[in-house]
């Protein structure tokens, strides 16, 4: 029995934007997911998010076995997001410049602008294509700024693009390349033949027409 899978069935749902960030080997590494879940009420909860492997930060948690996630707030400034959704970690530290604090484990992580955190021990993961899954068992978690917290349907109200290192993505529509590996969107009619991926460093052959 032939089914098509019509985009359009599960585009109606709506994702939170997060900031998961860790440490290691000296550095510090974060990046915008929408991919952030309690998935078991137990105590301490644990909580699941999805990485793309290519990504520096999915890197540094394999390395550290901890990690931090902040919901980002409603009223987040562009200026964070295209910091850990758009720059790659392998290129300078994200964190330069802001005001971070370091959890129990050393994972840095944002106040202002965010509603809470939630800090997080890897105990279990699991490869999914180009993904991995990560399971945390919740270590500590804080209320920050409360109030409400900022989706990926905001953001897309705003214009804004989704972030490429977001795992959920709402495709751009219109002239571009995109790349195969991380989701960015290069907008342009042409794409340079040395055209590197900003996020990910793939090359121009990772590269397909957004149509």
């Known amino acids: 029995m032939s089914q098509t ?3 359009k069935a599960y585009e109606a749902m709506d994702y939170g934007m997060y900031l998961v960030s860790t440490a290691a080997n000296g550095r510090r ?11 078991t009420s137990s105590y301490p909860p644990r909580f699941t998010v ?4 290519d990504h520096a930060t999915t890197d540094a948690i394999l390395s550290s076995g901890t990690f931090s996630v902040t919901l980002l707030a409603a009223d987040c ?6 910091t850990f959704g758009y720059k790659s970690g392998r290129v300078g530290d994200k964190f ?5 604090k370091v959890d129990e484990a050393g994972c840095p992580y944002l106040t202002d602008h965010m509603v ?27 209320v920050l700024a409360g109030g409400e917290m900022l989706t990926l ?7 804004k693009k989704t972030p490429p290192t977001a795992t959920v993505v709402r495709e751009m529509v219109g002239n571009g ?4 590996v991380c989701g960015y969107i290069y907008e342009s009619e042409t794409l340079p033949p040395d055209f590197i991926c900003p996020v990910c460093h793939a090359p121009a052959s990772k590269f397909v027409p957004n149509d």
Do not use: W
């Open 153 to 159: 349907g905001d953001f897309s109200r705003r214009g």
């Open 116 to 142: 809470s955190r939630v800090s997080c021990r890897v105990v279990e993961k699991l490869e999914i294509g180009s993904y991995l899954l990560f399971v945390g068992e919740a270590s500590e978690a804080e």
């Open 5 to 7: 899978l019509n985009a």
């Open 177 to 180: 390349f995109r790349c195969t």
């Open 29 to 39: 590494h974060g990046c915008i997911v929408t991919s952030f879940a309690q998935v």
């Open 77 to 82: 400034p562009e200026e964070i997001v295209n």
């Open 96 to 100: 330069a410049g802001l005001e971070a």
């Open 50 to 53: 999805t990485m793309n492997k």
